[in-house]
């Protein structure tokens, strides 16, 4: 784990309301993986003053990484005036991300800005040689939020998607994609979401006896395990902190409410 300055290279809008913020980091793309994350100091004053976690989107070459994020507040505000030559304090690469199983096939599951350290986790499996036998599930609200589609396609995955208004793929919820997949692929699944449809997918999985890694999110103050504050509870009665044993738990420990 690296606490230092990183480079801005570009800060751009990908989709309405999401940018993509592109570092010059040469330790993390060096130390990252799948489902890792980093916070972000942003703006040089005290507010916000707690960093903000953002999930490692991908790594480029030896020097570069992205961060795909949605505005939704303050501190996603500030980041989007960043420009290209600034500096930006970051720590990371922190928690435990994915533990990807070469020898299944994968079943990728995200739903809105849960692609966003998926689509890390499908540059690994891309650059495994086996795109082609990994399936995605992508859903959002509408078509302009589906992220990431076409650079998955390139990268060899057999993608659906799903929209709740219908405007693109199939009519309604990412899960409802799932049983075909699951009945027919056994996948090891490996999902980024809103809770609910993290805990769908997990019952999904339960009942077809499958392996399936959830990543949780959680309002994290330090992102180093030091102020509890992200805690969740698993099905043996253990608080753990989602921002260090996570946060990407199996989902058969997490006690889903
Ligand atoms: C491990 C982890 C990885 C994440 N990765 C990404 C990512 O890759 N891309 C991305 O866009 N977002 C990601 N998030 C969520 C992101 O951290 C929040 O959207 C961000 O902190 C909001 O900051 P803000 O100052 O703009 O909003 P604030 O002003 O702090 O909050 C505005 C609203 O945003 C929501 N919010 C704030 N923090 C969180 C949070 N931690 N979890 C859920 N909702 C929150 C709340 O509804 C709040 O009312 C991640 C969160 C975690 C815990
Ligand atoms: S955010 Fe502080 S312990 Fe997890």
Redesign the pocket.
Known sequence: MEQGTATVLENRLAAPG?YRLRIEAPALAGAAGPGQ?LMLR?GQTLD?L?R??????AVHGSRTVD?????????????TTLRSGEGLDIVGP??CGFSWREESPSLLVAGG?GI??LFFLAQIIAKNGVGDKTSALIGARNKTELLCVEELKAMGLQVQVTTEDGSAGKRGLVTGLLTNRVAALRPVIYSCGPYPMLHAVASLAMQYGLSCQV??????AC?LGACLG?VAEMKNGDLVR??KE??VFDAYEVAWK
């Open positions: 999401v994350f942003i916000p707690l903000r976690p953002f999930s490692i989107h961060i795909l994020y949605r505005v939704v507040g303050k501190g996603t505000n500030i980041l922190l928690g800005m966003a350290p990543s949780l999110e959680s309002f994290m992102g992200c989602v921002c996570g946060p």
